[in-house]
């Protein structure tokens, strides 16, 4: 039996749905939000895109079965999202944004815990979700041993309530549509000060209208420009007792796996919009002359640097598929992969951009240049999700320096 690296026809259809929708529906959204100066107006435009995007079963493919989802797995999303982030990143962010604020409930909730939160997502998909993890004080740090620092969001329990003191930032969606909050977050916090990471780091589900939850301002990052990243204040937020995850010290392997999912899927984003990039700067060259004898491709040393940004393209698709594909059989524990795909990826991502851009020339550092957006979303892919930096230093060597590690794991092993 060979290895098999050919798409199967369901994989097809739904490649060719995502495209459709990638380029009829998503590829209004990048004009229309760089007419748009304030984020938060950038971000409801994206709107009616989302509805149409969860009309297209889009975001009930995050949901089991069992609650009335789909239950697309992670390498099908990845088909999906390579396709959409040809035209925009923002909208795959915050289908992403639902999905990390919802998966560790499904991973690790409870069926009573399912039952209470998850059929309003089925019920209305235009629902947001948000994983409120990076406190405004910093995010790498959050797996701390040492009780006086790591995250600063605290939950002490007061008879059978959660009371919920912390800031945070960044928090994808939090805001809600409204500005007011989003349905659901699954707040990443500490039950007791006393008490490093693993003994007290906890994920508990706080509907958003749940007084004491304020939206205190928005940032701007210069990339992802409809993806909403607000603050979100929790000024004695109180929540059932039975609202946590697990139990206290079990947010540590669910902080990380749930990274880990969208580790795998930011690989696809990432080839998403090497794509976009090499195709740009393939069109431009094989048609402009620079007033030179023939179209710049014909230049050897263009034609080049294309061959290295597609072997790099190409690669990063099939790290990204099986990256995808081990954390489906291994239901998330093979993580080795899927963080190498996520820095791999995001840091490639760049150059390829990057090489499109000298390609160009100076004319694609023009802030109204297709390749200056591109270039702008690529930077964050390194950066966010947890942080190159941070997932080497947390995951990969902690993975590595395991003195049970096995290389052969990631690529071999069998579930
Ligand atoms: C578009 C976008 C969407 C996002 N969505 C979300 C979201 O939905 N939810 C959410 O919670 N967050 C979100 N974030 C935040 C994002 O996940 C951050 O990458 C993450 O929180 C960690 O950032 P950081 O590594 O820069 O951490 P910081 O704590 O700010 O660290 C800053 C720098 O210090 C270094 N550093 C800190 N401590 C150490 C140490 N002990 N050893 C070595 N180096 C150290 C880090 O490696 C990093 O280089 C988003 C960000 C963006 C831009």
Same mark, same amino acid.
């Given at each position: 039996m060979p290895i098999d690296f050919q798409l199967s026809e369901n994989q097809l259809a739904l490649?060719?749905?995502? +495209?459709s929708f990638a380029t009829n529906v998503m590829k209004?959204?990048?004009? #229309? /939000?760089?007419?748009?100066?304030?984020?938060?107006? =950038?971000?409801?435009?994206?709107?009616?895109?989302?509805?149409?995007?969860?009309?297209?079963?889009?975001?009930?493919?995050?949901?089991?079965?069992?609650?009335?989802?789909?239950?697309?797995?992670t390498l099908d999303f990845a088909l999906a999202a390579e396709e959409f982030c040809t035209q925009d990143v923002s909208l795959a962010g915050t289908l992403l944004g639902t999905g990390l604020g919802t998966k560790p409930l499904i991973w690790f909730g409870t069926e009573e815990q399912k039952k209470r939160f998850l059929p309003d997502f089925i019920e209305d998909g235009t629902r947001l979700a948000a994983l409120a993890f990076t406190d405004t004080v910093g995010g790498a740090n959050f797996d701390s041993p040492d009780p006086s620092c790591g995250v600063q969001t605290f939950a002490r329990l007061e008879g059978d309530e959660w009371v919920i003191n912390g800031k945070k930032h960044y928090t994808t969606n939090?805001? !809600?549509?409204?500005? $007011?909050?989003?349905?659901?977050?699954? /707040?990443?916090? =500490?039950?007791?000060?006393?008490?490093?990471?693993?003994?007290? #780091?906890?994920?508990?589900?706080?509907?958003?209208?749940? %007084? !004491?939850?304020?939206?205190?301002?928005i940032l701007e990052p210069t990339g992802h420009k409809a993806s909403i990243a607000p603050r979100i204040h929790f000024d004695n937020v109180r929540v059932p007792a039975s609202?946590?995850?697990? +139990? %206290?010290?079990?947010? /540590?392997?669910? /902080?990380?796996?749930?990274?880990?999912?969208?580790?795998?899927?930011? !690989?696809?984003?990432?080839?998403?919009?090497?794509?976009?990039?090499?195709?740009?700067? +393939?069109?431009?060259?094989c048609r402009d002359t620079r007033s030179g004898p023939h179209p710049v491709i014909d230049y050897p040393v263009i034609g080049y640097k294309f061959a290295?940004?597609?072997?790099?393209?190409?690669?990063?698709?099939?790290?990204?598929?099986?990256?995808?594909?081990?954390?489906?059989?291994?239901?998330? $524990?093979?993580?080795?992969?899927?963080?190498?795909?996520?820095?791999?990826t995001s840091e490639t991502c760049v150059e390829v951009v990057y090489d499109a851009m000298?390609?160009?020339?100076?004319?694609? @550092?023009?802030?109204?240049?297709?390749?200056?957006?591109l270039m702008n979303d690529a930077l964050c892919f390194p950066? @966010?999700?947890?942080?190159?930096?941070?997932?080497?230093?947390?995951?990969?060597?902690?993975?590595? =320096?395991?003195?049970? @590690?096995?290389?052969?794991?990631?690529?071999?092993? +069998? @579930?």
């Amino acid at each position: 039996m060979p290895i098999d690296f050919q798409l199967s026809e369901n994989q097809l259809a739904l490649q060719a749905a995502a +495209r459709s929708f990638a380029t009829n529906v998503m590829k209004d959204i990048r004009p #229309l /939000v760089n007419a748009i100066s304030d984020p938060a107006e =950038r971000f409801q435009a994206t709107r009616p895109h989302h509805k149409a995007a969860v009309e297209a079963g889009l975001v009930n493919g995050l949901f089991p079965k069992e609650f009335g989802g789909s239950d697309v797995s992670t390498l099908d999303f990845a088909l999906a999202a390579e396709e959409f982030c040809t035209q925009d990143v923002s909208l795959a962010g915050t289908l992403l944004g639902t999905g990390l604020g919802t998966k560790p409930l499904i991973w690790f909730g409870t069926e009573e815990q399912k039952k209470r939160f998850l059929p309003d997502f089925i019920e209305d998909g235009t629902r947001l979700a948000a994983l409120a993890f990076t406190d405004t004080v910093g995010g790498a740090n959050f797996d701390s041993p040492d009780p006086s620092c790591g995250v600063q969001t605290f939950a002490r329990l007061e008879g059978d309530e959660w009371v919920i003191n912390g800031k945070k930032h960044y928090t994808t969606n939090g805001s !809600g549509w409204d500005g $007011k909050g989003c349905h659901l977050f699954a /707040v990443v916090c =500490r039950t007791d000060p006393s008490k490093g990471a693993g003994d007290s #780091l906890a994920i508990i589900m706080v509907p958003g209208a749940t %007084p !004491g939850i304020s939206v205190d301002g928005i940032l701007e990052p210069t990339g992802h420009k409809a993806s909403i990243a607000p603050r979100i204040h929790f000024d004695n937020v109180r929540v059932p007792a039975s609202n946590i995850l697990g +139990r %206290p010290g079990d947010g /540590v392997a669910m /902080v990380t796996q749930n990274f880990a999912w969208t580790a795998a899927l930011i !690989g696809a984003a990432c080839v998403g919009v090497m794509r976009s990039a090499f195709e740009i700067a +393939r069109d431009w060259a094989c048609r402009d002359t620079r007033s030179g004898p023939h179209p710049v491709i014909d230049y050897p040393v263009i034609g080049y640097k294309f061959a290295d940004m597609k072997m790099k393209i190409e690669a990063c698709r099939y790290m990204t598929w099986k990256a995808c594909q081990q954390f489906d059989l291994s239901r998330g $524990k093979e993580q080795e992969l899927a963080v190498m795909t996520k820095v791999f990826t995001s840091e490639t991502c760049v150059e390829v951009v990057y090489d499109a851009m000298k390609i160009v020339g100076v004319d694609s @550092y023009q802030k109204s240049h297709p390749l200056m957006d591109l270039m702008n979303d690529a930077l964050c892919f390194p950066l @966010y999700d947890g942080g190159n930096m941070g997932a080497r230093r947390r995951q990969l060597h902690g993975i590595i =320096r395991d003195p049970s @590690y096995d290389p052969l794991t990631a690529p071999f092993a +069998r @579930y």
